[in-house]
């Protein structure tokens, strides 16, 4: 089995067994990749904290035989203002939701990885919400090429991308909500 280190942030999580929890990640190097990690919900899990969502961690894996097994892992940034604030946390969950349903597993997209977390730190430090996300999804959508046009053209972007998703975002309403009270 071969063992290696990434570096990511948590954007979806779910539950796998009685344990056992499958984490989807977006790292620097691998892009986006789902790991197993192995008895974290057990009350004894030294784990579970370091794993939570919207974390920024440094994660020790082995090759499984279908995805990566958790051996280790190290949060190096929690986005603790980020998490305190509800208008803040339905922001960051619409951009994590944009980063799952339009990226690719496994692709290497080191200027999304740094994108997202340019936005999660805006995010997180209270600069103007409608604009930081309008600026990531366009910023998103010309880094996957589903977007070529100047900045000056009004897009409707949330539609745009649920044409391209060809489902409804689930955080849309959040958003229309944040929006509709500042």
Known sequence: ???????????KRKN????????????KNRGKIQIKAKGVRK???????????LNYCIFNLHQGKSMPILT?????????NLKQNLKKIGLAYHVCE?????????QE???????LGRTLRKISKGEGSKQV???FELSLLKLLGFYSRSEGIE??????IENILERKLKSKQVILQLYAHP
């Open 1 to 11: 089995m071969r063992a290696f280190k990434l570096e990511g942030i948590v954007i």
């Open 16 to 27: 796998y067994g009685e344990t056992d929890r499958i984490l989807t990640v977006f790292s």
């Open 43 to 53: 009350i004894s899990s030294r784990r579970s904290g370091h794993i939570e969502l």
């Open 72 to 80: 280790e892992v190290e949060a190096r940034e929690d986005f603790y």
């Open 98 to 106: 944009l980063v799952d349903g339009l990226c690719a597993e496994n």
């Open 109 to 115: 997209t080191p200027e999304i990885f740094l994108l």
């Open 133 to 135: 996300i309008k600026q």
């Open 155 to 160: 897009l409707n972007t949330h539609e745009f």
